[in-house]
């Protein structure tokens, strides 16, 4: 088999770096489908030649094969996934539905969306990938063009703004209105929120229902960070808020692992939990059960979550269509980090 010059094999990665053209301009060449102009083509068609590459996966595909395989690819930090609990669960639950059909799961942690789509176009161009999973949506999302383009079968783990892309997702609103209407009838009135990326749709959608839900009480929203949701980011976030003048006496975090550095600030500034300051994750896991106090949390079943993700999936790639759903709604499972404010700042 010929070799790229660093003695790989070649790829279509490689002969669109050698052409300086994309990924999808490659695909469409070889495959003879239109998008490229005659004298892009040839040239791509003779770098492909000069290299050595042979379309194999492709063409075991286009005579009904399958790859057997699905693809997720994150655009987070790799350290992120292995801190926070949110992704392997739902991981777990992909893989729970995905193994018993003996398929397997293609995982890529890329730095953004750019590379995301690179990746999505590589697979679906070399047929790794029968199907994707999509997460952490944007409202303005460009991987959902390329989707569409490439006519790959997805299916998205959280709402989609806008567009037909089958989603399996969460309840969003009713779970941040619980959280409040809890805090409210403590007596709190003066709540923070520590919010995930700003770019999320999710997190859009979570600050909303959580102006939205003071609103009703006839509060202000005033006290809302947004973050990368790394540990770093909520204690750096937990100690704005606490340095405040007029300080919250509640603060709900988006995921467990803020909210568990948020306690361990609170502890360092002599900050009373729960007496002074009540703390709410976003998420339940070990991390909110082993600490001290132990954390109130939003607990739901994420296993379920990344499995029924894989079941819409699979049904997508062999039907052409899978119907969207709402997940069950999550529970607020109170615990030590919770109570009565001792006095109520501002």
Same mark, same amino acid.
């Given at each position: ?17 050698? @052409? ?33 590459? =042979?379309?194999?996966?492709? @063409? ?20 992120? /996934?292995?801190?926070?609990? $949110? $992704?392997?669960?739902?991981? +777990?639950?992909? %893989? ?9 799961? /293609?995982?890529?942690?890329? %730095? ?5 789509? %690179? ?9 790794? &990938?029968?199907? *994707? &999973? ?20 997805? &299916? ?8 037909? /892309?089958?989603?399996?997702?969460? !309840?969003?609103?009713?779970?941040? @209105?619980? &959280? ?29 229902? $959580?102006?939205?839900? *003071?609103? %009703?009480?006839?509060?202000?929203? =005033? ?32 995921? !467990? ?11 360092? *500034? ?10 709410? @994750? ?27 993700? +894989? =079941?819409? /999936? ?20 109170? =615990? ?11």
């Amino acid at each position: 088999m010929p070799m790229n010059p660093d003695g790989r094999r070649p790829t279509i990665a490689s002969i669109a770096a050698r @052409a300086g053209v994309s990924i999808g301009a490659v695909s469409y060449a070889l495959n003879g489908r239109p998008g490229v102009s005659p004298q892009t083509r040839r040239r791509i068609i003779d770098i492909a030649n000069d290299l050595g590459w =042979r379309p194999s996966v492709a @063409a075991r595909s286009m005579v009904g094969s399958r790859a057997h395989s699905v693809g997720l690819i994150l655009a987070r930090p790799a350290d992120t /996934l292995g801190a926070e609990p $949110f $992704f392997m669960r739902f991981i +777990a639950g992909l %893989e729970r539905e995905l193994s018993a059909r003996r398929i397997a799961l /293609l995982l890529q942690i890329v %730095e953004d969306h750019a590379a995301a789509i %690179e990746a999505m176009r590589l697979w679906w161009a070399e047929r790794r &990938v029968d199907g *994707m &999973v999509v997460t952490d949506l944007w409202d303005r999302d460009e991987r959902l063009a390329v989707i569409a383009e490439l006519g790959l079968p997805a &299916v998205a783990a959280g709402r989609v703004p806008g567009g037909d /892309l089958p989603s399996v997702s969460t !309840d969003d609103e009713a779970a941040v @209105a619980a &959280v409040v209407d809890y805090l409210v009838a403590l007596g709190h009135r003066r709540i923070a929120r520590v919010a995930g990326l700003p770019v999320l749709n999710h997190t859009r959608v979570r600050i909303a229902a $959580f102006t939205g839900a *003071m609103r %009703e009480h006839g509060l202000p929203a =005033r006290d809302i960070l947004t973050t990368d949701y790394t540990w770093e980011e909520g204690a750096r976030a937990t100690r704005t808020l606490l340095s405040r003048r007029t300080r919250p006496t509640a603060i709900i975090f988006d995921n !467990d692992l803020m909210a568990v550095a948020a306690l361990n600030v609170a502890q360092e *500034m002599g900050v009373a939990v729960p007496g002074e300051l009540s703390i709410v @994750a976003g998420d339940d896991s070990q991390l909110c059960a082993l600490v001290h106090p132990a954390l109130t949390a939003l607990a739901w079943d994420i296993q379920a979550y990344g499995a029924h993700t +894989a =079941r819409a /999936l699979l049904q997508r790639i062999d039907d052409g269509h899978a119907p969207s759903r709402r997940e069950q709604p999550a529970t607020l499972v109170v =615990r030590g980090s919770t109570a009565a404010p001792v006095r109520v700042a501002g």
